[in-house]
C-alpha cells in the first residue's frame, strides 16, 4: 500500500530500447503505481489493452 510521500521510478535503457520499447516500459510503471495505490487486480495485460484501446496498436 502507498505511505511514501515520493515515488521513485527508474528506467534505464539504451537508445534503442527507448524507441522500440515504450510502451511496455510505460505500462509496467503505470502498473507499478498502481500498485501502489492497492489496486491489486489491476494486471500488465489489462493495462495493455488499455493502452492499445487508448493509443491503437504498437506501430510495426
Known sequence: MY???IWNY???L???EGLTSA???D???AL???QRFGWRGITL???RD???EAFGPEPQ
Open 3 to 5: 505511505n511514501d510521500d
Open 50 to 52: 488499455i493502452q492499445t
Open 23 to 25: 510502451r511496455a516500459l
Open 32 to 34: 507499478d503505481l498502481l
Open 27 to 29: 505500462v509496467e510503471a
Open 45 to 47: 495485460d489489462l493495462l
Open 10 to 12: 527508474e528506467i534505464g
Open 14 to 16: 539504451s537508445a534503442q
